[in-house]
Nanobody, 114 residues
Framework: QVQLVESGGGLVQPGGSLRLSCAASGDDLSNYHMGWYRQDPGKQRQLVAVITKGGTTNYAESVKGRFTISRDNAKKMAYLQMNSLKFEDTAVYYC????????WGQGTQVTVSS
């Protein structure tokens, strides 16, 4: 079992950058696939990026080339570096850890606005 806490969200102008962090506690994070998802009000939660326990990454088409997911198992951390942010990136971003079960953080708000 893991507990996840996201941080790093905030207000940023279009074209700006943010780095989201996900701090994990509990089980050994190296046994989990990690992901970032986002959700707009009234919409389904959508995958943004994943990184497998082996380090393979995959991204939603809308963020390819702009976002980078990474992990540091020793620190029990996952990150999402977001560059060239657009208005449509505004959402609540959630960290996810998956093994036999799936665990979620509480989310962090990212608002892209001028």
């Amino acid at each position: 079992q893991v507990q996840l806490v996201e941080s790093g969200g905030g207000l940023v102008q279009p074209g700006g950058s943010l780095r989201l962090s996900c701090a994990a506690s509990g089980d050994d994070l190296s046994n989990y696939h990690m992901g970032w998802y986002r959700q707009d009000p009234g919409k389904q939660r959508q995958l943004v990026a994943v990184i497998t326990k082996g380090g393979t990454t995959n991204y939603a088409e809308s963020v390819k080339g702009r976002f980078t997911i990474s992990r540091d198992n020793a620190k029990k951390m996952a990150y999402l570096q977001m560059n060239s942010l657009k208005f449509e990136d505004t959402a609540v971003y959630y960290c996810n850890a998956a093994k036999l079960y799936t665990y979620w953080g509480q989310g962090t708000q990212v608002t892209v606005s001028s």
